[in-house]
């Protein structure tokens, strides 16, 4: 098998990778990085579970072929950090846009490009930026919420600089009502 | 958008809009899947499957350079394992043993017949590619027309037919019935096959431990206790030498309730090997070999009165099982379930039916989301629609009018199954309100003539038995009787609780709501509960989630073992404070007394570090309950969904246009969650309305195998729906909690039918056959215009 040796920053830190040319992104975050947080849904593109950051950019891990990735910047779950990524899953946990976790990820980063856009989007601007991530639990009502709420939230926390982000463990406190 | 939650706000407990404890760890991607397991020397499995529908094997020829203990064909397995084989107590019932790797001849796309091993995924399916397998193809059986002919090929040569079981019912007098009826109407549906579609797919890990004589089997199973009964059964070892892990799950939705072959082939082999292999299904595999679901037809005929009074209902049922019944369900379960659920929430006094669940070249159905309910409730919604046209009454009327009322509960169904409570008719009345459907019906009122759009509203009703016991289980020939789950509650030295369950969360979040039983018994916060689940060596037995079961049978337990835990805890504390234990009280982490009172974290240490300080206590700060229900007939949930659909008249495209739901799931335990549950379920629904379709080939080809042409509902598909609540406490069950697991996804297709049919009646054109394609309801107008059209202007 060949074998091919990248250079890309995965969460910020540079690494040398010496992997068999066919080796998607995907498999190099998973198996060989151990960075497991990216989801193989499909393996086809479609569904989303995959998606990642590559250069700022949202792709999906399982169609990139790790050797097209030199010199690339790749952020992961893992590595999504930040007051936007903070808003964004506060909002997941208190709208209930995650059941089984498997699609998260990759909504997660989806949505997270949406949010940094500091763009105020329609429902159904979002559902249609959104309409290349599955989600076969929730019906995806609460993740279309979530993320309209973390826009919002985004947008009034730029032009009110003052306020500070509230830090968040990604659950709202207890017993918070609607 | 909710309306009429009544639950009061609560911080904690029963009610509570508790917040996921799960949450967490996935949205920080720290979730731990089969695929995710990390462990030393692992090696990784690739099948081969069959690519021909249904065929004899003539030979399976292995890589001359292949490593001893690579590859593992039927002959290496058949001393290893027998086959599965599911039965039934069913009259006439015919067995078919299902292979863990295809022998003789193989039955479905998609079977397995041979086993690679490799130290990667990718070398594993590169050993497999070289593995060739010489087969001699058969007609397929694929559809109910081929199954049923006669000379049809037979999918079991030893059987006479290609008929699982044939199941009837006779009630009442239905002749009688159709003879004093001012209408009946005959109607034919069909609900297409479908895939069930976790995002996460199955995947098996086995490593035997020989140091400990321990097999250990990590799977994404539904049902980690009955999988390792059932493998020890089949490798013929004692139970105790097996421990089933079910980690993190990817959904599930009924799909990973069966044992499967390749979880007994991976078992199996691991016991000959010394590192572990894993197995990890990919979108192909998922689409193929893991069980499908629906695929029913019916021919319904229903008597009416000129008043709207339903009188009788006549069913034929036809499921397509697919090539084998798997365990331990068979291929039985779709039937059964459907018959029952024909007269629907009706007060309908005569009822016949016969339903055959038929064997084809397909992978076998199991369990989805709803099981035999959607088709049902599609026929029957549809068909109460259809009296209502010929009675010139509103659909929601001719509901309102023949639904079981609640001063009639419990009122047991024609079909013997014994509603426990609920106001049926409300839920109607409210979603006709949610929808605005006055509203609706003027916009529709309002559409020209020449406009190349119409506006329908269509509803759909049903109740769903949940949470049913042994007895319900054996009246479907179910040969083990399910109706019993456990719980063990431990506290601690520090006064925090463990609850061990056997059921296994696959994204439902038991995790949150039976910590909250816990914490409304003791009144502390769930965070101080850590519910273990998904592991046979940890958790007490149990059968497993499925049937909409876990939250009313493992909180049942829950709520057990809690209660005796409680009274212990009452008992060290009145040792220690000295008051009797009729006026303590569990309060804010505390033991709480007239006089005095003792945190859980001080009675913990004291009667665990200095057992001696507490005397006449017997020993151990645990309890462990078995609940099974004392009313085994099930708690009924039920709904009412109204949706409202624009039809595209040049291209048969449906867009929905408003979506309702009125549901009544009793005691709700976390309205986030139950949401959640609603929310899922109904978008699946509109899948099996509008999108989704397994297309078989007519020589059994799957040709909707990847998400490329099986379509799944996206963010574009699901509007925001409108939910209402009804809150009937089930008399049959603890706090009077219902299952809400399945209901969404049951009546969206009835709902949807209905409105596509009402957009189109001035045409003729009717919704019978899911998913209601662009193509079927196009094809549906021009073939209802051609019958009306003058014969001279018809297309031949």
Known sequence: MNEVTVHLTVQHQPRTMIIPARTTLADLLRDHLGLTGTHLGCEQGVCGACTVLLDDLPVRACLTLAAACEGAEVITVEGLEGPDAERLRACFAEQGALQCGFCTPGMLLAGYYLVRGRQPLSREEVCQAMSGNICRCTGYNAIVRAIEAAISQGIEAETAPAQTVPRSSGAPAAGTEE | MTTGDSTPARRYGIGARTPRREDARHLAGRGSFVSDVKLSGLREVAFVRSVVAHGRITAVSVPDDAEPGSVWTAADLAQLAEPLTATSTLAGFRAAPLPNLAADKVRYVGEPIAVAIAGTRAEAEDLAARITVDITPLPAVVGFSDALAHNAPKVHNDWPDNIFATTSGDVGDVDAAAREAAVSVTREYTMNRQAVVPLEGRGVIAHYDRSADRLSVWSSTQTPHMIREMIAILLGIEARRVRVIAPDMGGAFGSKCSLYPEEVALAAIAMKLDHPIRWVEDRWEGMVASTQARDHHYLVTAHAAADGTLLGVEADILVNGGAYSVYPWTATMDATMAA??????????????????????????????????????????????????????????????????????????????????????????????????????????????????????????????????????????????????????????????????????????????????????????????????????????????????????????????????????????????????????????????????????????????????????????????????????????????????????????????????????????????????????????????????????????????????????????????KIGHLRTASPNTVFGMKGTGESGAIMPPAAIGNAVTDALREFGAQANETPMTPQRVWTALRDAQDAMAPIAETVS
């Open chain 2, 340 to 721: 029952a659920m024909i007269p629907g929430p009706y007060r309908v006094r005569n009822y016949r039916f016969r339903t055959r669940s038929v064997a084809a070249n397909k992978a076998p159905s199991g369990p989805y989301r709803g099981v035999g309910r959607p088709g049902a409730c599609f026929a029957i919604e549809r068909t109460i629609d259809e009296l209502a046209h010929e009675l010139g009454l509103e659909p929601y009327e001719m509901r309102l009018k023949n639904m079981v009322r609640p001063d009639e509960m419990p009122y047991t169904s024609v079909a013997g199954k014994v509603y426990d409570s609920g106001d049926y008719p409300e839920a109607v009345r409210q979603a006709a309100v949610l929808i605005g459907h006055d509203t609706w019906r003027k916009r529709q009122r309002g559409v020209p003539t020449d406009s190349r759009h119409r506006i329908g509203i269509g509803y759909g009703s049903c109740t769903e038995q949940t949470a049913h016991g042994c007895v319900e289980w054996a009246t479907r020939g179910l040969a083990i009787t399910i109706g019993t789950e456990g719980a063990r509650l431990e506290m601690d030295a520090t006064g925090g609780f463990t609850l061990s369950v056997g059921i296994k969360s696959h994204g439902q979040g038991s995790e949150t709501t039976l910590a909250q039983v816990v914490s409304e018994v003791f009144d502390v916060e769930p965070e101080h509960v850590t519910v273990i689940h998904g592991d046979t060596a940890l958790t007490p037995r149990s059968e497993g989630t499925f049937a909409s079961r876990s939250m009313v049978m493992a909180g049942g337990a829950s709520y057990g073992a809690a209660r005796q835990l409680a009274q212990k805890v009452k008992r060290i504390a009145s040792v220690l404070l000295d008051e009797p234990v009729e006026d303590l009280r569990l309060r804010d982490h505390a033991v709480v007394g007239r006089a005095g009172s003792l945190g859980y974290r001080e009675l913990a240490k004291e009667f665990l570090f200095t057992p001696d300080h507490v005397p006449g206590i017997e020993g151990g700060l645990e309890a462990t309950y078995y609940y099974r229900p004392a009313v085994e007939t099930g708690a009924f949930s039920y709904a009412t969904h109204a949706a409202v659909v624009d039809v595209d008249l040049d291209t048969g495209g449906v867009t929905l246009l408003d979506y309702a739901v009125v549901e009544d799931c009793g005691t709700v335990v976390n309205p986030l969650i139950v949401e959640g549950q609603i929310v899922g379920g109904v978008a699946q629904g509109i899948g099996s309305a509008l999108l989704e379709e397994l297309v078989y080939g007519d020589d059994g080809q799957p040709k909707s195998s990847s998400f490329l042409d099986y379509l799944l509902p996206g963010t574009t598909e699901i509007p925001e729906l």
